[in-house]
């Protein structure tokens, strides 16, 4: 007799794990299915995010940005460190340590929630039937009211670079290389690219990026981006705009990578080389022919705005589906999922998602960039404010970049918020509530900020959009 559940979740990253938990607490019988292997063999939950993507890598820049500032910025506090070390393998076996934390507490949180976490594949079969291959097992059926389906993505592999898993890498190598390359070589100047460039890059390493798009960070606020540009320009991370690669040969000695730009044909030696052009969606062998499960030109199911599939009572979330591959993005689609299951009303504002780098400074945003509003023919203002202004970004000794907030001219509704500078991360839940209750400016205005405190900025931007900032000259 086949197992049958209330829900049953495949993939335990940030979308598959919540969604588990959040049906669970609805009081459904809940099994979440997950075969994530860790380079030592061990099977974990957690997906790329708390595996290999956001909290090692996030780990990893802490412990760089620590040196680099112990390096350049501790004199000026008046700190004697004497000889600076830096040892790789103890920074890498904090990192290791804290994705295990994480990981393991999910086993706690499905046992506390009664969630039955099974290792192992998932694949839906047709009415809504899940076939459950356990690690060391034999495949088993579960019956299944509902399906929820959260594979997540993976790393995008160029023809012309294929990952050699030494020479030739993606982000999940990068994160455990035991050692600084001379000479490092990153393709992609996003997200990835930067925080890992400027991981290794602090640690000692000649990084090179190579972006094919001509403007930096193109998604970003073009302010935001060309501030952001010079401080990475300071850090000595030479990033090369308009460069498209057309080869990479990997040796015993290191990487020989071709690209061209505007100049014609050019080439770099590399120790190592990052690739990082973006992820695709992880669907191989995830649905059988049969189930009814439709993906579009890129690869990603099709759903419609509560997430749902085109087979009633299968859902699908997180980076398999359309939209921002965030982990809070498929969190928040998760939580959704298992609350329109338990019969309540439910929704995610995909117009409100924050984005973030951690990088030193970080970059945070959320809404629309100058250029979109622009485009849309609304009338709007801008206000800004610089954190070379804020006394206590200069207590920090982290005085680079601003704070800049778009509204529109109107009703004074807050259409976007854009920070580079430090805690940029944090300084943003501020702006994404402001617009998720289509707060105006002069809301943000009148509400009391501490002092001194980085959160100032925000609002001294909001006060600079009616020339009304306090501690700046207004423009």
């Known amino acids: 007799m086949s197992k049958s ?24 019988s809940v099994a979440c299915i997950d075969e994530w292997q860790n380079r030592d063999g061990k099977y974990a939950f957690g997906g790329t995010c708390l595996n290999a ?25 008046g700190i004697s460190t004497g000889e600076l070390g830096m040892d790789i393998a103890a920074m890498q076996k904090r990192r290791a340590g804290i994705v295990r934390q994480l990981t393991g507490g999910i086993g706690g949180l499905f046992k506390a929630n009664k969630v039955d976490g099974l290792v192992g594949h998932g694949k839906l079969l047709a009415g809504r039937k899940v076939e459950f291959t356990p690690v060391d097992g034999e495949p088993e059926i579960i019956e299944a009211e509902n399906v929820i389906l959260g594979s997540g993505s993976v790393p995008i592999e160029l023809p012309m670079a294929k990952f050699d898993g030494d020479r030739i890498i993606d982000s999940w190598d990068a994160l455990e290389l035991d050692a600084v390359p001379e000479r490092l070589g990153v393709i992609g100047a996003g997200v990835i690219g930067l925080e890992l460039g400027s991981v290794w890059a602090r640690l000692g390493s000649e990084v090179t990026i190579i972006e094919a798009m001509d403007d930096f960070l193109f998604m970003a606020d073009r302010d935001v981006a060309n501030a952001a540009a010079k401080d990475f320009k ?166 680079s970049g601003m704070v800049k907030v778009i509204a529109a001219e109107d009703d004074d509704e807050i259409l976007g918020v854009h920070i580079v500078g430090p805690m940029a991360g944090e300084l943003i839940a501020e ?35 009616d020339k009304r900032a306090l501690n700046y000259m207004n423009r």
């Open 431 to 465: 702006a994404v509530l402001a617009l998720e209750f289509s707060a105006s400016t002069e809301d943000i205005q009148r509400t009391v900020h501490a002092h001194p405190s980085l959160s100032e900025a925000v609002h001294e931007a909001a006060l600079s959009a």
């Open 234 to 399: 300071k850090q000595g991370l030479d990033i090369r705009l308009g460069a498209k690669m057309t080869g990479a040969t990997a040796s015993k000695k290191g990487v020989k990578v071709d690209y061209e730009d505007a100049s014609g044909a050019n080439s770099i030696e590399v120790d190592k080389l990052i690739v990082a052009v973006g992820r695709r969606p992880f669907t191989d062998g995830l649905f059988a022919d049969d189930a009814g499960i439709q993906l579009d030109e890129r690869g990603f199911i099709v759903v419609d705005d509560e997430c749902r599939t085109r087979v009633k009572g299968v859902y699908a979330v997180g980076d398999c589906v359309r939209g921002p591959m965030l982990a809070h993005k498929g969190s928040e689609e998760g939580v959704m999922v298992a609350d329109l299951i338990a019969g309540e009303i439910a929704e995610v504002n995909y117009d409100v998602i924050p984005s973030v780098l951690y990088t030193a400074p970080e970059i945070a945003w959320v809404g629309k960039t100058e250029a979109e509003v622009k485009e849309s023919g609304r009338a709007y203002k801008t206000g800004s404010f610089p954190f070379a202004a804020n006394g206590r970004a200069k207590a920090l000794e982290q005085t």
């Open 5 to 28: 559940y209330d829900v049953v979740v495949i993939g335990a990253g940030p979308a598959g794990y919540i969604a588990a938990i959040r049906a669970a607490q609805h009081g459904k």
């Open 53 to 77: 993507g956001c909290i090692p890598s996030k780990a990893l820049l802490e412990s760089s940005e620590l040196y680099h500032r112990a390096q350049h910025e501790f004199k000026k506090h």
